[in-house]
C-alpha cells in the first residue's frame, strides 16, 4: 500500500470518527445545552401564555426544535471535523515552532471555539451562528 493512500485512509478515518463524535454530542446534549442554562420553570408552559411564540409546546417552536435538530447534525459534523483538524495542525506548529504557544493558539482559539450546535436563536436572528471562533484576547471590532 502505498503512503499517500495510507494517509488518505487515515485521514477518512478522523473525519469519520469526528463526525459520529460530533453525533454523538448532538443527540445526548443537544437538549440541556438548548435551553442555555436557565431555569427550567422558566421555559415551562405554565409560566408563559398560550399564544406567546416562545411557548415550547406551539407548532412554531416545535418547527423551530426539528429544524435545529436537523441543521445541527451535518453542520455539528462539519465544525467537529473543522475543530479536529484544527487541534492537530495547531499541535503541529507547536511542536514545529519549539513550543511556541502564541502560535499553536492562533489556531486553536479559532478552529476550537465558536458554536457547535445551531439553536432557535440562530435560526430567527436573534443570535449570530459562530463557525470560527473569536479569542477572548483579540480586541472585539
Not at 462539519?78 to 479536529?84: E, L, Q, R, T
Not at 489556531?107 to 443570535?127: A, C, N, R, V
Amino acid at each position: 500500500m502505498s503512503m499517500n493512500r495510507f494517509l488518505r485512509m487515515q485521514a477518512g478515518r478522523v473525519l469519520l470518527v469526528g463526525a459520529v463524535f460530533c453525533t454523538v454530542l448532538v443527540w445526548t446534549g443537544e437538549s440541556v445545552l438548548a435551553h442555555g442554562g436557565e431555569d427550567i420553570s422558566e421555559a415551562s408552559p405554565v409560566h408563559s401564555s398560550p399564544s406567546s411564540p416562545s411557548d415550547p409546546s406551539s407548532p412554531e417552536a416545535a418547527g423551530l426544535q426539528a429544524a435545529c435538530w436537523a441543521l445541527t447534525v451535518p453542520y455539528g459534523a462539519v465544525k467537529m471535523a473543522y475543530a479536529i483538524g484544527g487541534g492537530i495542525i495547531g499541535g503541529f506548529a507547536w511542536a514545529i515552532t519549539g513550543g511556541g504557544m502564541e502560535v499553536a493558539k492562533s489556531i486553536w482559539i479559532p478552529s476550537m471555539t465558536g458554536d457547535y450546535i445551531i439553536q432557535p436563536q440562530h435560526l430567527t436572528g436573534e443570535k449570530h451562528l459562530h463557525f470560527v471562533g473569536v479569542s477572548s484576547e483579540a480586541p472585539l471590532s
